[in-house]
């Protein structure tokens, strides 16, 4: 099944759309903003988890969103640099009552995964970037590959014209219309003002300086292809202590997500199985509201009696209260308490 949008406001007024999918470990994915639509999944599919070895399977809660801009998302407000983008990010968050999480960047999405993790550490558990890039004037536009001029207003008939070779460019011998249908999914993501906006930003987006502040654990997984370089390799060597993975890409959908990039972000995460397995001798680490949850649930306090003393929705005290039994694998108020008494992450009563 799809999951259901959801739809929050910044702010400064931008009306995003979003989902959450999953339960686990809390995983938001920064909007890719080129072709992004939360109707579309064209790479990253992880919510195909469940039948197919290409997405990310359980023990995770995916957050994915649609940045203004793009998708389903207010796309009137068109603005895509860091601070709007920052903006958008921290909507989603007050939206989903996550305060510490993993941050993923894929691509175009990584230099605001890399600009939050390096202002925000506090916040974020990880970082997982996948073919980053630090400079966006690096990633030469397909266009330019297939001997297009570049690009800076376009008619209605030449969008339509440019997002066709683009799709005829990704899904190459594929049926044509499997390449209509793509460049049709180009144009309801993006209107041309909203491309021309994002190609001038990527022209100008430069993290370089920030790659040396990141100090959060960081996974950059890269793709070995012949059609691409491998700017991460750079990314990754910026990072401090930064962890890097390579495969070798599809060859036949260079972008597509891969089953080892599953395995390697669960097992830098350390989930097996579905669930969040701590390092030997070692407790998990929960958040500062997590700890108050679990004080009051092992003093007894309902879901209902525990968000009014908290002033949050039930909704979010369950959401809070899964993550806490995820983080330490238990299953029940039984449970959790034996275990918070335990390892004295509370006092008992």
Not at 121 to 132: F, K, Q, T
Not at 301 to 327: C, D, G, P, W
Request: glycine letters at 8%; one cysteine or more; hydrophobic letters at 40%.
């Amino acid at each position: 099944m799809n999951p259901s949008i959801r739809f929050t406001t910044t702010c400064d007024g931008a009306r995003l759309a979003y989902y959450t999918m999953g339960r686990g470990v809390p995983f938001v994915a920064t909007s890719g903003l080129q072709w992004g639509h939360l109707g579309y999944t064209l790479s990253f599919k992880e919510h195909y988890r469940s039948n197919s070895p290409g997405g990310l399977g359980p023990g995770l809660q995916i957050v994915r969103y649609d940045a203004r801009g793009t998708g389903l998302s207010d796309r009137s407000r068109i603005d895509f640099s860091i601070e709007a983008q920052i903006r958008d990010l921290e909507a989603i968050l007050e939206a989903t009552g996550h305060e510490q999480f993993v941050l993923f960047g894929r691509r175009h999405g990584a230099p605001l995964a890399i600009t939050y993790a390096a202002l925000y550490p506090e916040r974020v558990s990880h970082l997982v970037l996948s073919i980053p890039h630090a400079r966006g004037r690096e990633m030469r536009p397909l266009f330019e590959n297939l001997g297009l001029e570049s690009v800076s207003e376009m008619t209605e008939e030449q969008w339509k014209s440019h997002t066709r070779m683009m799709a005829i460019a990704t899904v190459g011998l594929m049926p044509n219309r499997m390449a209509e249908g793509l460049a049709r999914s180009y144009r309801e993501s993006m209107t041309p003002e909203s491309y021309l906006a994002f190609l001038r930003w990527r022209e100008e987006v430069d993290v370089t300086d920030v790659l040396p502040r990141v100090t959060v654990p960081t996974l950059v997984l890269s793709l070995r292809a012949s059609t691409r370089p491998r700017l991460e390799v750079e990314v990754a060597s910026a990072i401090p202590n930064a962890v890097i993975v390579t495969n070798d890409a599809d060859e036949t959908v260079p972008g597509r997500w891969l089953p080892a990039e599953t395995e390697a972000v669960l097992d830098f995460l350390g989930i097996k199985d579905g669930a969040f397995r701590a390092p030997n001798g070692t407790v998990p680490s929960l958040t500062h509201r997590e700890t108050e949850i679990l004080g009051l649930l092992v003093q007894g306090f309902s879901n209902r009696l525990i968000a009014e003393h908290l002033v949050l929705s039930e909704r979010t005290v369950a959401r809070h209260i899964a993550n806490i039994y995820q983080k330490t694998g238990v299953h029940g108020r039984a449970e959790v308490t034996a275990y918070a008494l335990r390892h004295n992450l509370v006092q008992s009563t």
